[in-house]
């Protein structure tokens, strides 16, 4: 099946083709005003030439009334970019069974898998009313991804194949092209990732940051008033789509930031300009305005449960969910449980590239990261912390998954610890102190702390059972919780010497889904930061994986991509699930674990049953709540 036909095959799960009849548009009544004042054109001159229609008549949906605000907390300021994630609107996305479609694109051509031509809609337009053409698209890639200053290791990882940037070419105004020479798989599916790619820009405002474009005295200006170093962190300042902390900056997202940093208090209004409609003729999103109000992360359960959020997960554990029920009907909410879809809800990673070098000889070693594995009691953790309800193993594929296999689930993740006992002393750390702690080879205590991001008490409580496993192999665990940013950057620089995290991504993949998660591609991979570096900089920083499986398995994560047929694929999964199940390169803890969503008894078209996952689904916005709405009672 050609590439274009995977994307088209699947319209008419989600959206319909055919825009809704002219004439026939209901205007937002929270905008009539501004249209009414001659500050907004109508609705049907801000729509583009053929906008995306929602099927509405679809099981588990029903058409919508506009209004309302959508209230959520989040634990953090910067943590607003999760509307951009919920927000979900992508140059193309996945829709509820994991498949690529258009979205802002109106279509794309795909040929042999390295010939991407993608096709704008016609009029649309940025939620400023700028046109969005092909000139955003050329100004990322010419003036940021291929400009030194922006970008000093050149375009992103995904964009280049074995070193190679593609040819960018314009066709027209609406229409671009990318071509490499090789195959490039990973290119469609980062455009939809809950952190997408992005290979556009509003040009049309970032232009005044930049130096080629910019009057120099206004932009050295704004460099000073500002407090910024240079013009590109100026630009970068501005321009972070993701980061989504500029109100001024064009979005295409359903909601656009209205209120200016710093706040404990945000609030998100619509996009006079957003390109979706249901197929009433009433443009989406429903809902006028979000609102993420800022909370201590320890209370987010508490107000969720006393009725102050219309639609919660995020900091939300398994571990609240009985208390969110007693809350149900005295404040007007129902708690769901989802499921999710990582491959371990929990994982230990041993970091490979910790720079003691005595640790990390023995952290490379194959035998002490199964003893270690060993040494856990899963089941324990299941019964005390999970009630029983979770699945336990390693950090694979979960049965969903064609490419499940129950002995990849349970390799060196069973509780023995006479073979953990053993293969420590197989090891040669034969030798105690007074306390029973095995002796490293240059004679330290074996005492190993697991760092946390320190944001709930969950993965504590788990670290606290398996310590008592471990002290029974000779090894005192200790847990040392960190804010995030410091939590990475240890493991970036090799400090730490093991982390805890939740597991593989996409644990429901097929055979045609990347399995770069599963080979050194990324500095984010927790075992091997400075390996995933050095791919991601095309070898201009980090380093170069050293450990025969880890040089396999970045070879088949190569043979993958260059890969034409559906069983050479599947074979590569197969190969590379197994050297992670015998390398135990991570520690699965447990999976399966639910997930608590509290739901508004007024807020419709949320799933009963949904799937709440990262990647692919950037968590609620695979359900695109964008259709959501309110009742009045």
Avoid at 168 to 175: H, K, L, Q, R
Avoid at 367 to 396: C, K, P
Avoid at 404 to 424: C, G, I, M, P, V
């Amino acid at each position: 099946m050609s590439g274009r036909a995977i994307i088209f095959g699947v319209l008419g799960l989600f959206f319909l083709l055919a825009p809704a009849q002219a004439g026939g548009y209901i205007e937002p009544p929270y905008l009539e005003q501004a249209v009414a004042a001659g500050q907004l054109p109508p609705l049907e001159e801000r729509l583009p030439e053929t906008p995306m229609v929602v099927d509405m008549t679809r099981p588990g949906l029903e058409p919508g009334r506009y209004g309302g605000v959508l209230r959520m907390l989040m634990s953090r300021a910067k943590d607003i970019k999760m509307m951009v994630v919920y927000g979900y609107a992508r140059l193309v996305g996945y829709d509820k069974s994991y498949k690529l479609l258009p979205d802002i694109l109106e279509k794309v051509d795909v040929k042999e898998q390295r010939i991407f031509t993608l096709h704008l809609r016609k009029r649309h337009k940025w939620s400023d009313g700028a046109p969005f053409t092909s000139e955003d698209f050329r100004y990322y890639w010419e003036d940021i991804a291929l400009n030194g200053e922006m970008s000093p290791t050149g375009p992103p990882g995904v964009m280049r194949i074995d070193g190679e940037a593609p040819l960018f070419e314009v066709i027209d105004e609406t229409t671009v092209r990318f071509t490499w020479k090789k195959s490039n798989p990973f290119f469609l599916p980062s455009l939809a990732a809950a952190r997408p790619n992005y290979i556009y820009m509003p040009s049309h405002y970032l232009k005044q940051f930049h130096k080629r474009y910019a009057d120099a005295d206004k932009l050295e200006k704004m460099i000073k008033d500002l407090g910024q170093r240079n013009w590109v962190s100026l630009h970068f300042q501005k321009g972070r789509q993701y980061k989504n902390n500029n109100p001024d900056l064009p979005s295409l997202q359903p909601w656009v930031l209205a209120t200016k940093p710093p706040a404990d208090r945000f609030v998100f209004k619509r996009n006079p300009y957003y390109h979706r409609l249901d197929n009433n003729g009433r443009q989406l999103p429903y809902i006028d305005e979000a609102a993420i109000i800022i909370a201590n992360k320890k209370l987010i359960a508490a107000k969720a449960g006393s009725g102050e959020v219309d639609l919660q997960a995020r900091s939300l554990q398994f571990s609240n969910y009985a208390f969110l029920k007693q809350g149900e009907k005295r404040n007007g909410f129902k708690v769901r449980l989802w499921e999710t879809a990582k491959g371990a809800h929990m994982a230990l990673y041993p970091n490979l590239n910790a720079t003691d070098p005595v640790w990390r000889k023995l952290l490379r070693n194959v035998d002490f990261r199964r003893a270690l594995s060993l040494a856990i009691n899963r089941h324990e953790i299941n019964q005390v912390i999970y009630f029983g309800l979770a699945r336990e193993g390693a950090n694979t594929m979960l049965p969903k998954s064609p490419l499940y296999k129950s002995a990849h689930q349970t390799k060196w993740a069973h509780f023995d610890l006479a073979e953990a006992n053993r293969l420590l002393d197989g090891l040669g750390l034969v030798k105690r102190d007074g306390r029973g702690l095995r002796l490293l080879p240059d004679g330290r205590s074996m005492e190993i702390i697991v760092e946390t991001a320190g944001e709930d008490t969950e993965q504590s409580d788990v670290l606290e059972l398996i310590h008592d496993g471990w002290l029974k192999a000779g090894v005192k665990l200790y847990t040392k919780p960190l804010q995030r940013e410091v939590f990475r950057n240890r493991i970036f620089a090799g400090s730490t010497l093991i982390s805890v995290w939740v597991g593989l991504e996409n644990g429901v993949a097929s055979f045609d889904s990347s399995p770069h998660e599963l080979a050194p591609t990324s500095q984010q991979q927790l075992q091997w930061p400075k390996w995933g570096l050095y791919f991601e900089s095309n070898g201009k920083r980090g380093e170069a994986p050293d450990m025969e499986a880890a040089k396999e398995l970045a070879g088949l994560n190569k043979t993958w991509r260059n890969a034409t047929g559906r069983k050479e694929k599947e074979e590569v999964w197969r190969k590379m699930l197994a050297i992670h199940a015998d390398q135990v390169f991570s520690i699965g803890l447990i999976s399966g674990v639910l997930q608590p969503v509290v739901v508004s008894n007024r807020l419709h078209n949320v799933p009963e049953n949904g799937i709440y996952n990262w990647e692919p689904g950037a968590h609620f916005g695979v359900h695109r709540p964008d259709a959501f709405w309110f009742s009045e009672k």
